[in-house]
Antibody, heavy 124, light 107 residues
Framework: QVQLQESGPGLVKPSETLSLTCAVS?????????WGWIRQPPGKGLEWIGS???????YYNPSLKSRVTISLDTSKNHFSLRLNSVTAADTAFYYC?????????????????WGQGTLVTVSS | EIVLTQSPGTLSLSPGERATLSCRAS???????LAWYQQKPGQAPRLLIY???NRATGIPDRFSGSGSGTDFTLTISRLEPEDFAVYYC????????FGQGTKLEIK
């Protein structure tokens, strides 16, 4: 059974960098699939942040691309999110998730396994 | 960017009734690359439907998805008490975007 677990600071100061890690168990992230990050401001809808393929290729939401970096650490079987220059608008629940792969195009598809989410508040 | 608009915003129904939720895209979603998720308070979203009409593993057959192009529908044939939640659609044909959600509440 694949399980994902987010971890990281729950409070980040404005203008600083938000850093989260997603630990994966039950599957080796170097074997396949995409691994993504999604966020949800409290009481609001879902926003895709970006995804990374098992080979290291990355895809980012154009609206966040200039501030986002997603990376893999296969030795620890986890992947990470860095979002720099944060503001209060970045306050949200952050979820990590596994994404299926399109058989024909090898592109990222739906999110089939999710972490429980972690709340990150941006405040001084 | 493909914008997904879900309707209605809130749907009030009773257990045993049929629920029909709509997701309309601002442009055609290629290859029916559309998924539906259910989210309950304090929980992560759960995948229900992918490829517009394929049920995910373990999802009861009262959930069904249909549609193509710009119009997609999630139908719950007979509502169970545990089905009352927020439902989101997501397209992955051109980058990734989510709809704003439909809240299904008990009448």
């Amino acid at each position: 059974q694949v399980q994902l677990q987010e971890s990281g600071p729950g409070l980040v100061k404005p203008s600083e960098t938000l850093s989260l890690t997603c630990a994966v168990s039950g599957y080796s992230i170097s074997s396949g699939y995409y691994w993504g990050w999604i966020r949800q401001p409290p009481g609001k809808g879902l926003e895709w942040i970006g995804s990374i393929y098992y080979n290291g290729s990355t895809y980012y939401n154009p609206s966040l691309k200039s501030r986002v970096t997603i990376s893999l650490d296969t030795s620890k079987n986890h992947f990470s999110l860095r979002l720099n220059s944060v503001t209060a608008a970045d306050t949200a629940f952050y979820y990590c998730a596994r994404q299926e792969v399109d058989f024909d195009t090898s592109g990222p598809e739906e999110f089939d396994y999710w972490g429980q989410g972690t709340l990150v508040t941006v405040s001084s | 960017e493909i914008v997904l608009t879900q309707s209605p915003g809130t749907l009030s129904l009773s257990p045993g009734e049929r629920a029909t939720l709509s997701c309309r895209a601002s442009q055609s979603v290629s290859s029916s690359y559309l998924a539906w998720y259910q989210q309950k308070p304090g929980q992560a979203p759960r995948l229900l439907i992918y490829g517009a009409s394929n049920r995910a593993t373990g999802i009861p057959d009262r959930f069904s998805g249909s549609g193509s192009g710009t119009d997609f529908t999630l139908t719950i044939s007979r509502l169970e008490p545990e089905d009352f939640a927020v439902y989101y659609c997501q397209q992955y044909g051109s980058s990734h975007t989510f709809g704003q959600g439909t809240k299904l509440e008990i009448k």
